[in-house]
């Protein structure tokens, strides 16, 4: 299974392809789509065309994002999920999946602790994939997103194939969560 991670920026958007087979990662491509100072609409545009020409590149199998997070500027945080909203519609219009992980679920799941910090997420990439040299931040982000689903997509999968034993009991899976 070929996953495209996606670390979605205005200026700077990340993505990181790999492939999956069994527990095994392969690296196969990784980068930036940067955006020039212009108006707000052009530089969705640039994420939106650079998004498509990756997923027609690489021709993955499915997509996962990082989900915006709520900080203290609201316009940046709007201009986030704009550029992620760019980068969505480049995805689902090429009949994608799309799953979505938050930065702290991306940093457990590549470094083991969400309180990571960046040198360390690009230092597990490098060693994960075994990389010769460490990728810029950006892609370094994409491409744990798309490690973080590797792990976290097979477990929600398995998750859910129980699900109807399960409800038979009285339980019920929410969000990936089991709940009584």
């Given at each position: 299974?070929?996953?495209?991670?996606?670390?979605?920026g205005l200026r700077t958007t990340g993505f990181g392809v790999i492939h999956k087979q069994g527990q095994k990662l392969t690296y196969i491509a990784s980068g930036t789509i940067k955006t020039v100072e212009g108006s707000l609409p052009d530089r969705l545009k640039?994420?939106?065309?650079?998004?498509?020409?990756?997923?027609?590149?690489y021709r993955p199998d499915c997509a996962a994002i990082e989900k915006v997070f709520v900080n203290v500027n609201p316009q940046s945080t709007l201009l986030l999920g704009q550029a992620r909203g760019a980068a969505i519609c480049a995805l689902v219009s090429a009949d994608l999946s799309v799953a979505e992980y938050t930065a702290l679920q991306v940093k457990q799941g590549v470094v083991g602790h969400g309180r990571a910090k960046k040198e360390q997420v690009q230092d597990m990439v490098q060693r994960l994939l075994m990389l010769s040299g460490t990728p810029s931040p950006d892609a370094a982000d994409a491409l744990g997103v798309a490690i973080c689903h590797a792990h976290s997509g097979e477990a929600l999968s398995n998750l859910a194939s129980i699900?109807?034993?399960?409800a038979k009991r009285g339980?019920?899976?929410k969000a990936g969560r089991l709940i009584g």
């Open positions: 299974m070929k996953i495209l991670g996606i670390d979605p640039t994420i939106l065309s650079g998004v498509s020409e990756i997923v027609s590149t699900a109807p034993g399960l339980l019920r899976v």
